[in-house]
């Protein structure tokens, strides 16, 4: 009897565009180690040279927070008038921004 093929694992994709800019998700694939995922994400993401850079993080390893308790993780911002620009007195050198 012939068991089933066991599936790779999934790994989540980076691309940095150029020098100096962040890295942006830009899929996700499977492979066998991290050797292979950075081959395969130059190969499938990075096609027309539009790369510098590739990252690429197992799936499992990513650890995020519940979208579900988005209202208690992100809401309480509004009674906390110091984070908003408006809050701190600019010097007159300032006036750009």
Known sequence: MNQ????????EVFVRARAGL??????????????????????VYTRRQEGCSVWVVRADHIT????????TYFDPAEDKVYRHPSFYRLPDAVDHM
Do not use: V
């Open 64 to 71: 995020a927070s519940d979208p579900q308790n988005k209202e």
């Open 4 to 11: 089933p093929a066991q599936e790779w694992p999934l790994w």
């Open 22 to 43: 962040d890295h942006k998700h830009c899929g996700s694939l499977h492979a066998s180690d991290a050797k292979m995922a950075i081959q395969m994400a130059r190969d």
